[in-house]
Structures are given as C-alpha cells and as structure tokens.
C-alpha cells in the first residue's frame, strides 16, 4: 500500500467510524410495561411498505368460555392497501380465510374445546406471497362451576413416618409407594393392613423419587429434577428401562393405554408409556383462573384427580377438555398433633377400582385414609 493508498485508507475510517458509532448507539431504552403486545410481523420487497391491516377484535388474552365461538374483526390499516386474502388459524388449526369485505370471521365452537392459553394467528397475503403476520392470545376458561365435595372417613391404615409420599397406587391388594427426597427416595410395596414393607428399592442417592404408576407387568417412577424416570418388574423391582422428558416430574397416572404426568404447573401431559413421547397436552383451568403445582395424580372414573400442593384440595379434571369439573376439600382429615400438615403437605391418591374404594395419605403422615367423597 503507498502513502496515497494510506491517506486515502485514513480518511474512508474516520468517515465510517462515526457513521458506525451514531447507528449502533442511536436506540433508546426500551420500557417495560404490563400492557400486552401483539406479535406483528410483516414481510415485503419494500420495507417501507404499510402493514395493510389491522385486528380489531378479539383483544390480547381475552377470555372466553370452552365451546363458545370467537369473532374475528379486522380493519385496513390505510386507504390504499388491501390484501387479495387473510387466512386464520387458532390453536395451530387453519380455521378459514377471509377475501372480501366486511372482514370478519366467525371461528366455529369446535376450535375451542380445550382450555388454555390459545393462539390466534391472522395473515395477510397479496397474491401468493404472505405480507403480514398478526399473533394474538385468549384465553379459554371452563363453562363450568366446580363443584366443591367433602369426605368421611371410612378406614384408617397404618403409614410410614419416614415415607415422604410421591406417588400412590393400590393394586391386588396391596399398595405400591413411591417417595422422595435426595438420599432417601425408594420405591415400595406395601400391606395396608399392617403397614409392613413387603419390598423395597432405595434409588440412587442422586435421584429424587416422584409420582408412580403401574400398566400391566410394568411400573413407572419419575423422578423431580433429574428428567429420567424408570420402568420396572412390578413384582420384582428389577429395572428394565430407563426414559427421558424435557421438564419435571412431579406426579404420573395411568389413562387407558397412555401415561399422565405432572410437573407442578397446570400443564398434563399425555405420554406413550414405551417412549414417553408426549401424545397431547392438557392446560388445566377453573372458570376463574388456571389451576397450578398440580402434582400426585389418579385415573378414577373417567376423571383425573390431581393434589394441589401445599393445599388440602384435590382438583377433578376432565381429561378431554382440561376443565376442573370439582374440588374434593380434605381439609382436617389428619388429626395429628406430630405432624405439620403445612409441611407435610396432603400428597398420594390410590384407586381400588374393584372394590370402589378412594384412598388418600400425605408425605411423613403416620395413617393413611380410605374414603368416601360427600357432597
């Protein structure tokens, strides 16, 4: 390079630099705000291009009610511009496409017989080419009152102190347990008459033990943090397999051919018991709010039952729709002065579904109950 080369090499960076410097540091802070925001995107050959429409309605998390239908209004966003069509989806379902005015479309019942939090998308095309991208969330309630159930108590069962109860099952006539915390997490068989240990399995001391579940030969446990369960003989213990999931794992049923897990959200999901691949998800809500930290679950009678941690509550859920169709109040059930039950939380549902019997314990509780639901 020769001295003209540099000058000229000179004077381009103390050109370019400032320009450098006054794009990169021009941005204002953003703000936060509570407000939601709709997800717009748009795409087109000419960045400057106006977005041609806007949604008018329904707002951002509106609420409606399973199988109401959900009125879509849009506007043009300026006089000159004017999509050749707008396709909707809902819930990632295609729901329909709008071409002329007025633009409005009506999303049938059918799209929301589920709770949760739903997207709603709208797109915007000018010949084949999308243009605009609208996203917006509602959010779907259940159409029904929970109705709220008592208890009586019809037996009481020895149970371990020591068991810090994650996962119940009641099976030929006797129980399967399955407990927690790190050092001390074990999988159990157990005689409900006595309370004697009739085998037992101490986990790896890494492992903190969750929910249990038990579908022919084969019995599940999954575990909190570690995101592995595992698949064993249930007459033996002996390991057969191991499976993994992307989240924790808190508490696991048996549904007909599939497994239900919890992780402490409102979230259900819906598992293949070979892979543990996820099948569907459910979102669980009430008519006033999502039901969260969900955790030790049992199939009973078409309805899954779920304990609310660190209440005396156990939710029923309609397994197709996600709604909670009751609450079973078990508040007082344990009348023991040893015991803390804000600590030692209500926690493990067993179902005798030949003998119609509905049986409930807690972690570190010394009885475990056979009941029956009041109204």
Known sequence: MNNSDNMRYFILLVVILPVTWIISCSGKP???????????????????????IKLISPDENSELRLNETVKVVIAKEGKNSQPDSVKIWFDSRYAGVIKTAPWEFTINKSYTNKTGRKALKVV?????????????????????????????????????????????VYLDGVFYEGTGQETRSSLRKVDPETGEVLNQLNLETRYFGEGIAIKGEKLYQVTWKNQVGFVYNKN??????????????????????????????????????????VIFTLEVYDTKKKVSELNELEYINGEIWANIWQTDLIARIDPKSGKVTGYVDLQGILKDPETDTRVNVLNGIAWDSAGNRIFVTGKNWPKLFEIRVTE
């Open 236 to 277: 033996t213990f002996e390991l057969i397999n191991k499976v993994g999931y992307q989240t924790e794992g808190w508490g696991l049923t048996t549904m007909g051919e599939n497994l239900v897990m919890s992780d402490g959200s409102n979230m259900l999901y819906v598992l293949d018991p070979e892979s543990f691949t």
């Open 30 to 52: 953003g703000t936060v705000t509570d407000k939601p925001v709709s997800i717009v995107t748009t795409t087109s050959e000419d960045a400057t291009a106006a977005r041609p």
């Open 124 to 168: 915007a095309y000018s010949g084949a080419k999308n243009i605009q991208t609208i996203t917006r969330f509602v959010i779907v309630y259940s159409d029904i009152v929970p109705r709220r159930y008592g208890y009586k108590i019809v037996k009481s069962y020895p149970h371990d102190r020591e068991a810090f109860t994650q996962g119940l």
